[in-house]
């Protein structure tokens, strides 16, 4: 299984790009949000997801690994196949996702193509209060291809909401307050400016 690739970019095409990896081009489809980000000519580091069938095996390449962890993740809900998947990560950053499940704002799911009402209830449903996956290989991959705040804030985020589950909270209730917090305090927010911010959220009313 290839988990990363590390090369030249050869070409781009239309959800497609060829890494060149020591003289092999490798054929890896992605979104447009992650080809934006690739220059044909210049150095690139991916995540790689695999996808093997009785007929292909298909690699699809992201910027950053909490990016490959949501596509692999979302598959999980029924009705959510890669295209679908990706299109969902197009429309919407990894942290976006996580507030978008955490408030059931199903509307914002429904903005990706292919992902009509009720499939975005069906992802809401699926993984509200639960926790969100880690990207593998989170730290410094990617990095070169990213702003250096977006994978950072997304990484604050699932650390936030880890830190109040291990102080008693509920996932679900951790989620809403860290994405509650998040709105208020600002995307970069940092992991310790979040917690606080989410515990005066989770707080009650006096």
Do not use: C
């Amino acid at each position: 299984m290839i988990g990363r690739l590390r090369g030249m970019i050869a070409a781009i095409g239309e959800g497609q790009a060829l890494i060149d990896v020591n003289g092999v081009g490798y054929l890896v489809h992605a979104g447009s949000r992650s080809l934006a980000k690739l220059t044909v000519g210049e150095a690139a580091e991916l995540h790689i997801e695999t996808q093997m069938s009785e007929s292909a095996i298909r690699l699809f390449a992201f910027v950053s690994g909490e990016d490959r962890a949501w596509f692999s993740r979302l598959q999980d809900a029924p009705g959510v196949g890669a295209k679908v998947a990706l299109s969902i990560l197009d429309a919407l950053t990894t942290a976006q996702l996580m507030d978008a499940i955490a408030l059931a704002d199903t509307a914002a799911i429904s903005r990706a193509n292919g992902v009509g009402k009720k499939l975005a209830e069906r992802i809401v449903t699926e993984f509200k209060g639960k926790p969100p996956p880690m990207g593998l290989f989170a730290s410094g991959i990617g990095a070169a291809l990213t702003t250096p705040a977006t994978p950072a804030a997304t990484g604050a985020r699932a650390a936030a909401i880890s830190a109040l589950v291990n102080l008693g909270y509920t996932p679900g209730d951790a989620s809403r307050a860290v994405a509650t917090a998040a709105r208020d305090v600002g995307e970069q927010a940092t992991e310790s400016t979040l917690i606080r911010a989410a515990l005066k959220a989770l707080a009650p009313a006096s």
